[in-house]
């Protein structure tokens, strides 16, 4: 029996989603920011900190850095989530419109401050290393996979015969 359009979507979809998690997961393991001249580097469990550390005493003045934090706890949310929701965002459009939406949303907003900060305006010490890009790639990864999914069309009843 051959696989519907639909089915293949969303085993497209589900295969985008959990290779996206597998980056964020790498993203803890790599060097988020290398500092050249001193030969020191921040790794991506090591960002986490320093997030808390904003959390705890947030100052609102620094909109970009509001901005990056609450982008990166929705991406988190949803890079873990998401793999494991396709049937939830299969059977409910407005859920699949909600996630798609804030993916997106959360995307821009985190990986538009950090390409401002590291690479559009780069310090000469700062340079993004491999985890900055896994995590870019995370939210790309998710947002992507969350496009893919789509409706399975329940086979329709012959009138009369087994179900």
Not at 83 to 102: E, T
């Amino acid at each position: 029996m051959p696989i519907s359009s639909a089915r293949r979507m969303n085993l497209i979809a589900l295969a985008v989603l959990l290779t996206g998690l597998i980056s964020f997961v790498a993203f803890h393991f790599l060097i988020f920011v290398d500092f050249r001249p001193d030969d020191d580097a921040i790794r991506g469990w090591q960002v986490w900190p320093e997030v808390w550390r904003f959390v705890r005493d947030p100052d609102f003045n620094q909109l970009e850095d509001l901005i990056a934090t609450s982008a990166l706890f929705t991406s988190v949310l949803l890079t873990v989530i998401s793999p494991f929701a396709i049937p939830l965002f299969r059977s409910s459009r407005l859920a699949w419109w909600l996630a798609a939406i804030v993916s997106g949303a959360a995307m821009l907003g985190l990986t538009g401050v950090l390409l401002v900060n590291y690479v559009m305006e780069p310090s000469e010490s700062e340079k993004p290393g491999a985890g900055f890009f896994c995590l870019v790639a995370s939210q790309a990864l998710n947002f992507v996979g969350l496009l893919f999914v789509r409706r399975e069309n329940e086979p329709e009843l012959i009138a009369g015969g087994p179900p």
